[in-house]
């Protein structure tokens, strides 16, 4: 058996164990976490310092450290139910969602803890399980026992908004709002499921974080996946005018860089503009751009000092409505015998300039696009309508359009 600690020790222990939770409620993890990890060196096995560590090390996105120090409780304590809510958040941090799943449902077995959190929590697990049927159910208990969480209303929404139950997940997004959810985003779901004034564009760190998160499984997703080919169609038709190599392309948006390897034949410089650093880094990986930007699109073509004869964007307005911006940002950086070309989502009604759907995306009529082509000096030198993806098993038409200036002397071709 092992001797009790001296009093000195266990005093320094319980001061430790203070300056701990005294860290963790200002914020300051990692000096939560060593306080926490010199208490127990003090007194090893304190149940109380364990489940804080643990809280403490999920909050550093360090779950395996977080799932030891959970387990190190569940071997003194079976039925702790704390520990067992820890284990379930550092399982889910972990992408091990059916053992995390299991982990909730033993907390609301318990029945030791409030009810809103674990409910919650096992709602985003079904979500990442997809299983939003039962993920809306555990939503509906989270917020029976506390209305207040924001989270819940808005992942609530989302499930509505992808059934299609339109009015439901407007009910949802306004209660988020009303809840303490960010306005500016929520306003932006609210109008893709209401008759609200649609923004003029999605909110940057929204793009941002989607592209971020969707890095890694980007590729394999969206090509594989829901057979997108607007990368593909885009250059193929670009190819097709026949204008020789470019000096110098700008792929906007160019996201993991799926444009580059069909760009990079046709330019002898190419360079990448991307909102998510994540999507950056695979482009990166490529080797095939000159230069990568991480900027927004409008900002870039403002801002830099480079000019271009050859600027692309594939599948990048379904998350920017009004264009008015980007087309009045080019005059500064496009040479006069140029080309400008880019796909869009076609709108369901051409009397509209751009709508935002339930997808979150935005579409455009050709009237608006031809409009702003003809404002801006641009004649419409091709626009075809072809597929650009699938999307629940649904064809997504889309519009390619090939723009020169209205002085470059191009020969003008027909619609196709």
Known sequence: MSAPPLPDAFEQAKRLFLEGLSAFEAGCFEVAEQHFLSSLALLPGRVATLINLAATQLKLSRPQ?????????????????????????????????????????????????????????????????????????????ALAADPSLAQAWSNRGSILREMKRNQE??????????????????????ASVSDE?????????????????????????LVGTLGYRAHDTLARHLAGLGRGL????????????????????????????????????????????????????????????????????????????????????LDKVMDADGIFCFSAECAADERADFELLPSLRYAHSERYLRGLAAQHGFDVVQLIRAPIREDQRETIQGMFVYLVRASSGQTRLMRQ
């Open 65 to 141: 450290d977080a799932l030891a120090a959970a387990e190190q409780v569940l071997a003194i304590e079976t039925d702790n139910a704390d520990a067992w809510f820890h284990k379930a958040c550092a399982l889910g941090q972990l992408n091990r969602h059916p053992e995390a799943l299991a982990g909730y449902e033993k907390v609301l077995q318990l029945g030791t803890l409030p009810a809103a959190e674990p409910w919650f929590r096992h709602g985003q697990t079904l979500q990442a399980l997809e299983q939003p049927a039962r993920a809306l159910a555990s939503y509906d208990r």
């Open 169 to 190: 997940a407007a009910a949802a997004f306004v209660q988020a709002m009303a809840h303490g959810a960010d306005p500016e985003l929520h306003q932006y779901y609210l």
């Open 197 to 221: 004034p649609v923004p003029a564009t999605a909110p940057s760190h929204y793009v941002e974080t989607l592209f971020d998160d969707y890095a890694e499984q980007f590729d394999a997703h």
């Open 246 to 329: 470019f000096r110098s392309g700008l792929d906007l948006g160019c996201g993991t860089g799926l444009c580059a390897p069909l760009l990079k034949p046709m330019a002898q410089r190419l360079t990448g503009v991307d909102l998510s650093r994540q999507m950056m880094d695979k482009a990166q990986a490529l080797g095939l751009y000159d230069r990568l930007v991480h900027a927004d699109i409008v900002d870039h073509l403002r801002s830099t000092g480079e000019h271009y004869d050859l600027i692309t964007a594939a599948d990048v307005f379904i998350y920017v409505g009004e264009l008015a911006p980007v087309f009045a940002a």
